[in-house]
Nanobody, 123 residues
């Protein structure tokens, strides 16, 4: 399973960006998808998550500004980030909980991570 994230960049405070993350490879089902971020010198934190049914969860720091969504047909998760602040600067990583069936017909469940995309909010 591979995850590839797109959309990071440099943006001014108050601006917006949209991140995308595409899941590819041997996947039968994707359950939870999420975005995390890690700023320099800080621990990785959950930004937003979404279930296969569309139930979402957000960190308090991004509620009302960020929106997570997914396209199940395209195995893609998005993060729309509005009203960006300097403290949103971080490497953003996507994750996906995937299931595939091995040669014995048994389900193999795992969490996979993308490579990260850098978001810099600065004037």
């Amino acid at each position: 399973v591979q995850l590839q994230a797109f959309g990071g960049g440099l943006v001014r405070p108050g601006g917006f960006l949209r991140l995308s993350c595409v899941v590819s490879g041997r996947v039968s089902r994707i359950s939870n998808m999420a975005w995390y971020r890690q700023a320099p010198g800080k621990e990785r934190e959950l930004v937003a998550a979404i279930t296969s049914g569309g139930i979402t969860n957000y960190a308090d720091s991004v509620k009302g500004r960020f929106t997570i969504s997914r396209d199940n047909a395209e195995n893609t998760v998005y993060l729309q980030m509005n009203t960006l602040k300097p403290e949103d600067t971080a490497v953003y990583l996507c994750s996906a909980d995937t299931t595939y069936y091995n040669d014995f017909g048994s389900p193999v469940v795992s969490r996979s991570w993308g490579q990260g995309t850098l978001v810099t909010v600065s004037s």
